[in-house]
Nanobody, 126 residues
Framework: QVQLVESGGESVQTGGSLRISCAAS????????MAWFRQTPGNEREFVAA????????YYGDSVTGRFSISRDNAKNTVYLQMNSLKPEDTAVYFC???????????????????WGQGTQVTVSS
């Protein structure tokens, strides 16, 4: 089982860029499908992006496609989310999640990820 710690969240202006990170501790990081979700008060967590164990495949939510990019460095046990052209509606707490082995067909559902980080706040001001 891995433990996840997000970092890098901060306040940025509309149109800006930010990269947040998720560091994993534990064994066999490269056996985990990794994902990013985000949440605003009173709402369920929204799928943002996911990446296959090898990093060879990525998936994105409709609202971030073309603006966000997920990547991973298995040697550093870290997954990243590069966020460009940020909008005020991107303001949220961003969570890293892990699911061992395949991302599967339900990768957009928070329910299939048993392991979560504590979240990092991203605020986009207009």
């Amino acid at each position: 089982q891995v433990q996840l710690v997000e970092s890098g969240g901060e306040s940025v202006q509309t149109g800006g860029s930010l990269r947040i990170s998720c560091a994993a501790s534990g064994r066999s990081f490269d056996s985990y499908c990794m994902a990013w979700f985000r949440q605003t008060p009173g709402n369920e967590r929204e799928f943002v992006a996911a990446i296959l164990r090898s990093g060879g495949g990525t998936y994105y939510g409709d609202s971030v496609t073309g603006r966000f990019s997920i990547s991973r460095d298995n040697a550093k046990n870290t997954v990243y989310l590069q966020m460009n052209s940020l909008k005020p509606e991107d303001t949220a707490v961003y969570f890293c999640a892990a699911r061992q082995f395949s991302c599967g067909n339900s990768y957009k559902s928070q329910r299939v990820y048993p392991t979560w980080g504590q979240g990092t706040q991203v605020t986009v001001s207009s």
